[in-house]
């Protein structure tokens, strides 16, 4: 279990904000589906574990095509749980429009013993379909009743039309959920129950989290929320430095929700958002570190890290000459050492004046991930209400898609 | 060879900035060293050939132990000229203090065929020294005249010390070349020539490009480095939007040149500095983009792009049943895609009021990758004297390395 601690001070915070923010959040409840996918979707793990049950097809390796909300998260999950799950199937993913991104991974797959994921939510994705029909042509796929694609989408969409008209298997993506707050709907259950995660246990954790937000036992969220938007023009940069590379994709995933469901005009037409970036340590001290300590005082930073490495990896009690400097952390573990910089990055940090939060993961294990998951979406739904915007659609990134079919007329 | 075109305005920029700055750096030039790496690392190129072909090792792998500004640029271009050097041989990085990437990273390693190249430039770094001790114990290396080590560090580090009292081959970083300005001395030029990278290539376009700087022939680099200066008030996020995945490693080189470089306090004692975030597109289309076309006009973007990739892979003319929307693309090869993606989504942007230049590679070789090194660097210096900072050093970082150290006594 995560637990979460904030250095900052919420200072000229209207008293009712968090209950404003709280009570706006519950009455979405209804009409925003991520909410309940916890719940929702468990039924969905046991679906795709029986029809992995009585599957024919033998495959160990799972090709994700999909961008944006339909790789982030599933990409996080994996990388994060990969240490605990040595058993998994690997999971390739084709995202990018980029030829050479595409041919290497395309030649990297052994077609037979590959499963094709295929997820768009609108079904519409120019990226995804132009990889579709490439690996199509490439693998001389023969589509009817194809055992080795599986499609998940709207209900409606053209892609599940698609499915349907080959006899597809498919899922669908519930309607009132978003792209980026779909991970725990079938875009993120499906191919991670393939490829043999506990998403169950992630399912648990992000419910239990949820259910204790709900209760008004987890206001430090709230009072995040409101810290973050309260201090917009202050602070309009987001820093999350997280102690593991492990936590690449999931800080990838934390931007997007945080960047695309923030970055909005509000009912005034005003333009509000705030800027997300992820860094890792202790790497990312060598490259951002000194800009946050002596730039412009305008980013909070959260900390991540993890308590309990599974690795319990030791640095050897090696003295050798010249480099007696460096032996005070002869015979600890890594993970106190980098623990140990995590901590005294933060000190550093908040000594030089800026905004910090904490948020420690005890280990990283199935509950934590899907109580950071719930976490997030949540904090991001709380800034959201306050922001005054929807935060659930993009509409600024359509005029690109339409000057684009522009050029290919 | 890239071109270069800003489509900001630079309004109330007083006349002389140009001429101060240029001054500026001129004056820099006797004491900064990386101007002339270009020059000064060829016949290091030669020295590491020679002695590759005098050794009596065979290595096919090459483990670069370093972090910071001894990993992040060497990364960069062995991911950039990897898909053009086929043959190149693998190097793995020791980076992070991360328990479960070093025991991943070193498990994949065959020790009789790595060489391990230990770099530092002050010879000091907690993670390298400590991953490096980890690394002689797991394979109980022999230091004494080890073939398997090589050492880059500044000529009078406690590292070279080491080095020389176990007989080990070193090269030397020169003092004046700072960390982050690193990648074309020793700490580049010598495991990329080890891996079988064309690095000539690399410094004759940096040598070509600085040349052209120094004759005036590069004005836009010091009107975009004022204009990012004049407006750090107004745009304090500087935004690095690359099209293709190939950009990731050479854009996190480019965020900590940026970043640690600019982020000080300056002669008053105020702090300034610029925020860089480095985006790979179309993915970051589906993540990023939003903020920026609908969030606050708080950022200014580059688009980088390649005009013509190596892979000429083709999305095939395949119409699919409900699809049809996207054949627009149909018969068009992934690069026109990806960079009618660029052009695209660089038009919203401009039309959202944003401040946006534009950087294209007529295509990625040595040369190219060595003028893009030379132009951000000369960019970060440009940008620094401007800010009337020292660019050079990073005395922010210290203080959390004192509280490490209080942390183990």
Redesign the interface.
């Known amino acids: 279990m995560p637990s979460f601690k904030g250095y900052f001070e919420i200072k000229n915070l209207d008293p009712f904000t968090l209950e404003k923010a709280y009570e706006a959040l519950k009455y979405e409840h209804g009409t925003i589906g991520y909410y309940d996918l916890p719940s929702l979707s468990s039924t969905l793990c046991a679906d795709v574990k029986m029809s992995l049950l009585n599957s024919t097809v033998f495959f160990d390796t799972i090709a994700v095509v999909g961008?944006?909300?339909s790789s982030?998260g599933i990409k996080a999950i994996d990388r994060l749980l990969q240490?605990s799950t040595p058993h998994a199937k690997k999971i390739v993913y084709f995202?990018?429009?980029?030829?050479?991104?595409?041919?290497h991974e395309s030649s990297r797959i052994e077609f037979a013993k590959t499963l094709f994921v295929v997820i768009s939510k609108s079904?519409?994705t120019?990226?995804t379909?132009?990889i579709f029909?490439?690996l199509?042509?490439k693998f001389e796929i023969d589509l009817q009743d194809s055992k080795q694609i599986v499609v998940i989408s709207d209900e409606e969409s053209?892609?599940s039309?698609?499915a349907d008209?080959y006899r597809l298997k498919r899922f669908v993506i519930p309607s009132n959920v978003g792209?980026?707050f779909s991970v725990l709907s079938a875009v993120g259950v499906v191919p991670l129950v393939l490829a043999g995660f506990n998403v169950e246990g992630v399912l648990d954790g992000a419910k239990n989290f949820g259910e204790k937000f709900w209760a008004r036992k987890e206001e430090h969220l709230l009072q995040k929320a409101a810290f973050c938007v309260a201090n917009?023009s202050k602070f309009?940069?987001n820093v999350l430095f997280s102690?593991?590379?492990?936590f690449e994709e999931f800080g990838?995933w934390v931007?997007?929700l945080w960047?695309?469901s923030?970055?909005?005009?509000n009912a005034r037409g005003e333009?509000?958002?705030?800027?997300p970036?992820s860094l890792?340590?202790?790497?990312d001290?060598?490259?951002?570190?000194?800009?946050?300590?002596?730039?412009?005082?305008?980013?909070t930073v959260t900390f991540m890290n993890i308590e309990h490495?599974?690795?319990?990896?030791?640095?050897?009690s090696?003295s050798?000459?010249?480099?007696e400097?460096?032996d005070?952390?002869?015979g600890?573990?890594?993970?106190t050492?980098?623990n140990?910089?995590c901590?005294?990055?933060m000190?550093?940090?908040l000594?030089?004046g800026v905004s910090v939060d904490e948020i420690t993961w005890a280990c990283i294990d199935e509950s934590s991930v899907g109580e950071m998951i719930m976490y997030y979406e949540l904090l991001t739904s709380a800034a959201g209400v306050l922001l005054e915007i929807n935060t659930y659609d993009?509409?600024?990134?359509e005029?690109?898609?339409q000057?684009?079919?522009?050029?290919?007329?």
């Open positions: 961008i944006g909300g982030l240490a995202e990018n429009s980029d030829p050479i991104s595409i041919a079904g519409g120019v990226e379909l132009s029909k490439y199509i042509a053209v892609l039309q698609f008209h792209g980026r917009a309009p940069v102690y593991s590379d492990t990838k931007v997007q960047g695309e923030l970055g909005k005009r333009r509000v958002g705030l800027t970036i890792i340590g202790s790497v001290q060598h490259s951002f570190l000194q800009l946050i300590i002596e730039g412009p005082l305008n980013k490495s599974r690795d319990e990896l030791m640095i050897p090696l050798l000459p010249f480099l400097k460096s005070f952390v002869n600890e573990s890594f993970n050492l980098i140990a910089q901590q005294a990055t000190q550093s940090v000594q030089s993009q509409p600024g990134v005029l690109g898609k000057i684009l079919q522009g050029y290919f007329k």
